[in-house]
């Protein structure tokens, strides 16, 4: 059975030459040669976003407006003005809009392999990446509500912390799984396309994010450990968040003139691939 077997891509019967590659063990580019000599190219995450690309818009909207309640969240300024309360709320709102781009995220990915809203894919990379992204915006969801209420201390770690840490994780995993699909190996240098910078910006959000679940965790003393860590991993990795969402909605109103030679789902398979897209690194 091929590599790219159970992946959404239609590769004719008669083509050659087909070559499919990605960070194993998933695929995320399949090349091949049809009979009259053009060369094409399916690639996941771009032709994912390009199909269905009111879908990717609309996701960076929501993204981009969790990642703003985030933001203003941690800045001192903020919190006088609104008080304590307000900021509890800003949070769990800013977790709602997260995990309704997260939804469509993962709706995407399962659209694209012929599902509705609910689907299992488990040798696709965005599968993975916007399922377990999904899952962590679920403990945030928990870690934020419960932040809006008088949590007793000895409850703080079980049921506003943990539920922070765990979703921080599951944002890395995500993060790197995504990173890994858009450039179609675990680690790559591509500075000059549109789908690195995003990936890239979340990773590093993803990051930021870890440090501030770090500083959040409450000591017996019911301090936490390091409150810059805390507010400024909060406020940088909602900054990446925010840079990324934006990248994504102009990802999503891209000019479809602008695809030409570019990734985009076929009736024959896939896209006419330039020579220089031939490697998996792209």
Known sequence: MPRHAHLPVHVPADATDVVATGPRPFVTTVTYVLPDGRRRQWRARQDRRATHRGLTWRIGLLFGIGSVCFVLGPIPAYGQAVGGQAVAVTFFVGSLFFTSGALLSYAQVVRDAGHRWVGWEPRHAGFWATLIQLVGTVYFNVSTFAAMFDVPDNLVDRVVWRPDALGSICFLVASAIAFAEAGHRWWSWRPGERDWHITALNM???????????????????????????????????????????????????????????????????????????????
């Open 204 to 282: 590093w959000g993803s990051v930021f994010f870890g440090f501030s679940a770090v500083g959040a965790y409450v000591q017996p003393t019911g301090d936490l450990t390091n409150v810059q860590w805390s507010n400024g991993g909060t406020l940088l990795g909602a900054a990446c968040f925010l840079a990324a969402s934006l990248l994504t909605m102009g990802e999503g109103r891209q000019d479809q003139s602008t695809e030409a030679g570019q990734a985009t789902r076929r009736t024959a398979g896939g896209s006419q691939a330039p020579d220089s897209a031939a490697g998996p690194g792209r």
